[in-house]
């Protein structure tokens, strides 16, 4: 199996069975898009929904954005022979992370879901919002798809067991 990891502002489209896309996810939103019939899929990884009407925004900077982000990735599925009609998306991310960022997972996530309403294309699949990171893991080929909630937690190291001292020689060992 080979693994394409993607970060933010980044993409990947596999018509080839054997590929595992992977991102981990805070306030950022992954759509990972197939066509069941071509097999071709993809997954994005955006910063944010869309700029502001009075922002301007840079060509290098537009990948941040998830305006960007689907058009791209539906254009280049496209070519690799998906029909727009047929596609499906499984969305993930949008969390709430950070208390001082306000509400930007909230904000990606209900881009993500308007965006798909209006293009037509079904939502097989969500897992937006709450306050917790994800992973994502997409078999594009087969339209399968992996979310793994991080916890907030850091979990407990369970203690380190005193052996008592073994002796040999001139050397102690603990």
């Known amino acids: 199996m080979r693994r394409l990891a993607i970060v933010q502002g980044e993409h990947a489209v596999v018509a080839e069975p054997g590929v ?69 998306a499984h969305l993930y991310g949008g969390a709430n ?32 919002g709450g306050t917790s990171a994800r992973k994502i893991e997409f078999l594009p080929h087969e339209g399968r798809s992996r979310c793994v909630k991080v916890t907030d937690r850091v979990p407990e190291r369970p203690p380190v067991p005193v052996q008592a001292p073994v002796s040999g020689g001139d050397l102690e060992l603990f």
């Open 97 to 128: 992370i950070v208390s001082g960022l306000g509400s930007i997972g909230s904000s990606n996530a209900a881009f993500a879901r308007r965006f798909m309403d209006t293009e037509g294309i079904t939502v097989a699949h969500s897992d937006l």
């Open 20 to 88: 595992v896309v992977s991102t981990l996810l805070g306030s950022c939103v992954s759509a990972c898009l197939f066509d069941p019939v071509a097999r071709v899929g993809g997954m994005n990884h955006f910063l944010l929904g869309e700029p502001s009407a009075d922002q301007r925004v840079g060509a290098t900077e537009m990948a941040r954005y998830g305006v960007h982000a689907m058009e791209v990735i539906i254009n280049e599925m496209m070519k690799k022979g998906a029909i727009r009609g047929r596609l499906m």
